[in-house]
């Protein structure tokens, strides 16, 4: 069965750093495009950033120059780094794969940037 099994978050306050790091497991033929989305109380599920197999990374608007992502395909891990955290960033994580052809999601990890 494949899983994705995400590590990180917590509480930090403005302007500080967190890693989330999200590895996938079980029977896995291909891994394609990688990411990671975060929904905050009241709001939509946005994309927060991807990553293609060949490490080709977008990001939202709202978090460029701060975050980045990056991918061991070695390991079957993608990693988001989060630097200068702002309050509007608080939100639950969650990982997500393309793996062996179909969209599979991390159990999500509660990031909260306080002032």
């Known amino acids: 069965q494949v899983q994705l099994v995400e590590s990180g978050g917590g509480l930090v306050q403005a302007g500080g750093s967190l890693r989330l790091s999200c590895a996938a497991s079980g029977t896995i033929f291909n891994i394609n495009a990688m990411g990671w989305y975060r929904q905050a109380p009241g709001k939509q599920r946005e994309l927060v950033a991807s990553i293609s197999t060949g490490r080709s990374a977008k990001y939202a608007d709202s978090v460029k120059g701060r975050f980045t992502i990056s991918r061991d395909n070695a390991k079957k891990m993608v990693t988001l780094q989060m630097n200068s955290l702002k309050p509007e960033d608080t939100a639950v994580y969650y990982c997500?794969?393309?793996?062996?052809?179909?969209?599979?999601w991390g159990q999500g990890n509660q990031v909260t940037v306080t002032v």
């Open positions: 997500w794969g393309e793996v062996n052809v179909r969209n599979f």
